[in-house]
């Protein structure tokens, strides 16, 4: 079992950044792909992006791509998702996800954590 839990939401305005953190406890991360997922109100759970267990490959959704990055620290058990140049299409609940699998679809992801809430202003 792995527990997640996500922190560094909050409130900015629009073409700020955020950096997101998802904490593994449990076990750690190694050997699980991570991603991280987000859902706006009356919305589906869209994938956001994903690293692999090892960090040496990222792949992003085409509507974050190049303002979006994601990391790993498997040192302290970390994964994080800075955003720059944010927009106000980006306010949703974000959630951190780990698997044993990498897919778009969240129904294919084991773990979740309880999301935290970013909001851009326009």
């Known amino acids: 079992q792995v527990q997640l839990v996500e922190s560094g939401g909050g409130l900015v305005q629009a073409g700020g950044s955020l950096r997101l953190s998802c904490a593994a406890s449990?076990?750690?991360?190694?050997?699980?792909?991570v991603g991280w997922f987000r859902q706006a109100p009356g919305k589906e759970r869209e994938f956001v992006a994903r690293?692999?267990?090892?960090?040496?490959?990222?792949y992003y959704a085409d509507s974050v791509k190049g303002r979006f990055t994601i990391s790993r620290d498997d040192a302290k058990n970390m994964v994080y998702l800075r955003m720059n140049s944010l927009k106000p299409e980006d306010t949703a609940v974000y959630y951190c996800a780990a698997g044993s699998v990498t897919s778009t679809s969240p129904n294919r992801w084991q773990y979740w954590g309880q999301g935290t809430q970013v909001t851009v202003s326009s």
């Open positions: 690293v692999t267990w090892t960090g040496a490959s990222t």
């Open positions: 449990g076990r750690t991360f190694n050997p699980y792909f």
